[in-house]
């Protein structure tokens, strides 16, 4: 199997704080991971590629600093909310494949609830 | 770029019936996958079906299948004998793998009825 795990599930925080999410590939190596956001109803934005051992790659829009990605092994990596803010609620999803053009395989999703 | 489109954002079929989603895609590459996810409430995205550009047979996953046609770039999927557990968003999505990027389309509600 491919199996997709993320932590935590559910995270509320206050304004100002910063919201660590990690994104694990429990049972393959993923040199590429890739994080997005999503609205209710609506479809998957692609925020950053995630490259094990090299900078992240950013849509255009979403902001570098703002969103902190680190892809530290080939089975982990981590998306930091700075310095969050109500608009910054919403449901963060990690995905990962085996390889190139290969399935991407999601996590359960984080749910962000910035007071 | 690719683009995916899913022009209909609901619909609804009987239970133990069939219902067909419609998805179109463009891309220049030659080489590309295709990919239906499923995201119920719980809101996990789960892989349908996948189809290779470069294979001709329609892919089948059990009640699952897909109608490729390459040269209309079209790739809608069927779902036979429809169950109450198969109501859910579902996303159509095109994987040229310059850089491993899924494009999704909008995504269809389908509601089944008991």
């Known amino acids: 199997g491919a199996v997709v795990s993320q932590h935590p599930s559910w995270v509320i925080c206050k304004s100002g704080t910063s919201v660590k999410i990690e994104c694990r590939s429990l049972?393959?190596?993923?040199?590429?991971m890739f994080w997005y956001r999503q609205f209710p109803k609506q479809s998957l934005m692609l925020m950053a590629t995630?490259?094990?051992?090299?900078?992240?790659?950013?849509e255009q829009g979403v902001e570098k600093d703002k969103f902190l990605i680190n892809h530290a092994s080939l089975t982990l990596s981590t998306l930091t909310v700075t310095s969050a803010h109500p608009e910054d609620s919403s449901f963060y999803i990690c995905?990962?494949?085996?390889?190139?053009?290969?399935?991407?395989?999601f996590g359960p999703g984080t749910r962000l609830l910035v007071l | 770029a690719q683009t995916v489109t899913q022009s209909q954002p609901e619909m609804s079929v009987q239970e133990a019936e069939t219902v067909t989603l419609s998805c179109t895609y463009d891309?220049?590459?030659?080489?590309?996958?295709l990919f239906w996810y499923k995201q119920p409430p719980s809101r996990q995205m789960i892989l349908v079906i996948r189809?290779?550009?470069?294979?001709?047979q329609n892919a089948t996953e059990n009640r699952f299948s897909v109608n490729f046609q390459k040269a209309a770039k079209s790739f809608s999927l069927k779902i036979s004998d429809s169950q109450l557990g198969d109501a859910a968003m579902y996303f159509c999505a095109c994987n040229t793998g310059a850089n491993s990027k899924l494009t999704f389309g909008k995504g269809i509600t389908l509601s089944v009825r008991p």
């Open positions: 995630s490259n094990e051992g090299s900078k992240a790659t950013y």
């Open positions: 891309t220049s590459e030659s080489d590309y996958y």
């Open positions: 049972d393959f190596q993923a040199t590429t």
């Open positions: 995905s990962a494949g085996k390889g190139s053009k290969e399935t991407q395989y």
């Open positions: 189809q290779e550009a470069y294979k001709q």
